[in-house]
């Protein structure tokens, strides 16, 4: 896989944690449990994680093309 490809994937895997933080919130919507509440605010925080680490990988690639 070359550089262009590896960013394209990245960029697509960042996208589509977009969707399963969005979805866990909407399957709360309404809810008092402070359990799932919990789990739902969980999930955000790892997929935040998830895509901070993914746009420094896209970053560290983008300084790679730039240098060659």
């Given at each position: ?22 979805l ?19 999930i ?12 420094q ?12």
């Amino acid at each position: 896989m070359d550089r262009k490809d590896l960013a394209h994937y990245l960029d697509y895997c960042s996208e589509i944690l977009s969707p399963t933080s969005k979805l866990a919130a909407l399957y709360l919507e309404g809810s008092v449990d402070h359990v799932a509440i919990g789990a739902v605010n969980e999930i955000e925080g790892w997929t935040s994680g998830l895509m901070g680490k993914i746009w420094q990988k896209i970053m560290i690639l983008d300084r790679m093309a730039m240098g060659s």
